[in-house]
């Protein structure tokens, strides 16, 4: 079964840190960009970061200079390193990733179930 794993969220205070990981399991053959959105009671889902299987990410401007994305592709891993942590980050963090799988010529956007992160003194 393919499935997308996220841990590390959790209650921070205001300034403090938190990294979220998601690791990518199951029968796969290859995975393209790989990403974390986040969603805040009463708004929409939105894009945090992503990141290609080269490497390059791109950031919403709110976490720009905060938040650091990066993968270890020999894990199937995505991480969310966030640093200087703010109340209006509070939300539920989604990672996704583009999974080639064997019985498929193209890629599948998975999802995992999402981590709470609550920035609160």
């Known amino acids: 079964q393919v499935q997308l794993v996220e841990s590390g969220g959790g209650l921070v205070q205001p300034g403090g840190s938190l990294r979220l990981s998601c690791a990518a399991s199951?029968?796969?053959?290859?995975?393209?960009?790989m990403g974390w959105y986040r969603q805040a009671p009463g708004k929409e889902r939105e894009l945090v970061a992503a990141?290609?299987?080269?490497?390059?990410?791109k950031y919403a401007d709110s976490v720009k200079g905060r938040l650091t994305i990066s993968r270890d592709n020999a894990k199937n891993t995505v991480y969310l390193q966030m640093n200087s942590l703010k109340p209006e980050d509070t939300a539920v963090y989604y990672c996704?990733?583009?999974?080639?799988?064997?019985?498929?010529?193209?890629?599948?956007?998975?999802w995992g179930q999402g981590t709470q992160v609550t920035v609160s003194s």
């Open positions: 996704n990733a583009d999974l080639l799988l064997p019985t498929f010529s193209y890629y599948i956007k998975y």
């Open positions: 199951g029968s796969i053959r290859s995975i393209n960009a």
């Open positions: 990141i290609t299987s080269a490497g390059s990410a």
